[in-house]
């Protein structure tokens, strides 16, 4: 099968046709061959493929809140096409089987999909996954997101067996005793007297975490990284050479206790939505390479789930279908980053970190998407491919919509 894509801007610079050819791209440039099927794209930004680093996709366990197929159509309409799932699932993905049960159930769907597995058996904090094993099995890191690994030796056990099998280690940096409630700490949140989560549970365990993965040389990633104060900790040992990443979500970087309505559940999410000043503070450290780059946390809940009193409702924000316009509409067209930046840090690093290659290059295989930067649309429910509908974009208008995703070397996604 021969799809060609014909007139559109490679980067949003370069006009460029691209012929794709048994799932590769064959010619980038000028196309003179006929192709099985011409998609006329004049003028529109043509993108590699987004790659997410980290994403929830329920599977096992939570499949009324998503499931790999829902996660993969989710994907593919964000214009992503490699995505990194949690294994905060039910049972946690702690085994070699379940991640390659996983990558089975994960081979005919749209989207490629990586494993990252738990660091401890049952993501309970105390015996280590076997992480040769993982390791053989596909895993690209081992985590236990959504909980920090709260005994040191533990963690140190962890560390320095990853770094002899080359395997990151993502901490979800919030020591619990200061993370108990589910709002930022300042005067604003103070006022409506709310629950707390500090900035300085996140510093302190990225403190612990980066120190202890400087002792054994290995590769620390930071997730969600939230607050200012921890990106001091993040640059100084980054200037010491320690192998620490980090990345920001599209809600830390867009919205701030200032901007949110503070009581409302959507907006509950851990670690929490911080100030203005730390929301500033996480644009300028990307800009700096303080944090490497972006991911969704994509977080899909039910709605019972989500719609409860915000002390009692789940933590977490869906968002796989509007990260790219939403950080688009925000901080591309406003002036604030590049188009290429924004390319940078949410395909190309996290695909570093994840070890695919990014680039639009010819003998590939086609990942990419087509992104109508002109388009104005309003999100609405039915615009989520995802089961959780908890996303804060809806009702909001963006600029720019991603209007064809390959994937694999096929059309996957396709706006008509
Ligand atoms: O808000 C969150 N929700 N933060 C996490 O780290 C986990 C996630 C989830 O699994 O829902
Ligand atoms: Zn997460």
């Given at each position: ?215 054994a040389e290995a590769h620390l ?16 040992l980054k200037n010491k050479g ?16 200032e901007r949110i309505p503070l ?154």
């Open positions: 099968m021969r799809y060609l894509l014909r007139g559109g801007l490679l980067m949003g610079e370069t006009p460029a046709d691209i012929l794709v050819e048994e799932g590769k791209i064959k010619k980038i440039g000028n196309v003179s061959e006929g192709a099985d099927e011409v998609i006329d794209i004049q003028g529109r930004f043509v993108l590699p493929g987004l790659v997410d680093p980290h994403a929830h996709a329920r599977e096992p366990g939570q499949e009324h809140k998503e499931t790999l197929d829902s996660l993969s159509e989710a994907a593919v309409r964000g214009g992503y096409t490699h995505v990194a799932v949690m294994p905060n699932t039910s049972p946690p993905i702690d085994t070699p089987e379940l991640v390659r049960s996983i990558l089975r159930r994960a081979e005919g769907l749209a989207v490629h999909i990586h494993v990252i597995g738990a660091l401890t058996k049952g993501r309970k904090g105390g015996e280590l996954v076997e992480v040769g094993l993982m390791k053989e099995a596909g895993v690209i890191a081992l985590s236990d997101d959504g909980d920090w690994v709260t005994d040191a030796s533990v963690m140190f056990n962890a560390l320095t067996y990853a770094a002899y099998f080359n395997l990151p280690i993502i901490t979800h940096a919030e020591v619990p005793e200061l993370a108990g409630g589910f709002a930022h700490y300042d005067p604003i949140t103070l006022k409506y007297g709310m629950k707390f989560r500090l900035s300085l549970a996140e510093e302190l365990a990225v403190y612990r975490d980066g120190r202890l993965a400087q002792i990633h930071v997730a969600h990284v939230s607050a200012a104060e921890t990106l001091e900790i993040i640059r100084s320690v192998k620490i990443t980090a990345e920001v979500t599209p809600h830390h970087l867009l919205f701030s206790t009581h409302d559940p959507l907006f509950r999410v851990n670690p929490p939505i911080r100030s203005e000043k730390d929301r500033l503070a996480l644009i300028d450290a990307l800009k700096e390479g303080i944090i490497d780059f972006v991911a969704t946390d994509h977080a899909p809940h039910s709605l019972y789930e989500k719609e409860a009193p915000i002390s009692e409702a789940a933590a977490g924000i869906e968002g796989l279908e509007t990260a790219f316009s939403a950080l688009f509409t925000h901080l591309v067209k406003t002036g604030e980053i590049s188009l290429k930046d924004l390319v940078r840090w949410m395909a190309t690093e996290p695909g570093h970190f994840m070890g695919v290659s990014t680039a639009i290059e010819v003998g590939k295989e086609a990942n990419l998407v087509v992104f109508d930067q002109d388009a104005r649309w309003v999100p609405s429910e039915k615009d989520l491919a995802s089961a959780g509908k908890n996303n804060p974009f809806l009702g909001k208008e963006l600029c720019g919509r991603v209007i064809l995703t390959f994937a694999k070397g096929k059309p996957v996604y396709q706006r008509r």
